[in-house]
Antibody, heavy 121, light 106 residues
Framework: QVQLQESGPGLVKPSETLSLTCNVSGYSISSGYYWGWVRQPPGKGLLWIGS???????YYNPSLKSRLSISLDTSKNQFSLRLSSVTAADTAVYFC??????????????WGQGIRVTVSS | SYELTQPPSVSVSPGQTASITCSGD??????VCWYQQKAGQSPALVIYQDSRRPSDIPERFSGSTSGNTATLTIRGTQAMDEADYYC?????????FGGGTKLTVL
């Protein structure tokens, strides 16, 4: 059974870069699927950030694309998020998830527990 | 950009049927999925491809789509079904979530 776990700093200063990693166990990310990031500001709904294919192809949310980079490290079986020039509006719980865009189950079928990131000086 | 619209809240009595709608332009031409998010937890997939249910989801959860509206139906609603529910669809190389519906069982 696939499991995902986010890691990274819980506090980031304004204008700096937010970096998070999602460690995947129980499934080799090089075997297939897209792998995605979703965030949820306090008390608000879900926002898709972007997804990366096992081949490295990416899809990004247009509203974040200019500040966003998602990458894979197949040797460590993990994928990462970098969001630059952060502001308080980027404060949220960040989830990583398995994205079945290329599969029968076209949905996010497994999720990490989420990591709370606050942008503040 | 594409938008999915959900009612902010729906209330239902225990044992009754709850219906949560999700509307979007030409939504019937896209695959819709639904997530349940209980307080303090990660979202969990309850419906995919409009009406398919993961093996671990109870049969009381069902989904349908007609025209521009997708509907999540929960029959025999239980107290444990109280949660936020989100619809999701893929449009123009972008995943889009609805704003979410808070289901209250009272």
């Amino acid at each position: 059974q696939v499991q995902l776990q986010e890691s990274g700093p819980g506090l980031v200063k304004p204008s700096e870069t937010l970096s998070l990693t999602c460690n995947v166990s129980g499934y080799s990310i090089s075997s297939g699927y897209y792998w995605g990031w979703v965030r949820q500001p306090p008390g608000k709904g879900l926002l898709w950030i972007g997804s990366i294919y096992h081949s490295g192809n990416t899809y990004y949310n247009p509203s974040l694309k200019s500040r966003l980079s998602i990458s894979l490290d197949t040797s460590k079986n993990q994928f990462s998020l970098r969001l630059s020039s952060v502001t308080a509006a980027d404060t949220a719980v960040y989830f990583c998830a398995r994205d079945g865009l290329d599969r029968t189950v076209i949905a996010f079928d497994s999720w990490g527990q989420g990591i709370r990131v606050t942008v503040s000086s | 950009s594409y938008e999915l619209t959900q009612p902010p809240s729906v209330s239902v009595s225990p044992g009754q049927t709850a219906s949560i709608t999700c509307s979007g332009d030409k939504l019937g031409n896209k695959y819709v999925c639904w997530y349940q998010q209980k307080a303090g937890q990660s979202p969990a997939l309850v419906i995919y491809q409009d009406s398919r249910r993961p093996s671990d989801i109870p049969e009381r959860f069902s989904g349908s789509t007609s025209g521009n509206t997708a509907t999540l139906t929960i029959r025999g609603t239980q107290a444990m079904d109280e949660a936020d529910y989100y619809c999701q669809a893929w449009d123009s190389n972008t995943w889009v979530f609805g704003g979410g519906t808070k289901l209250t069982v009272l």
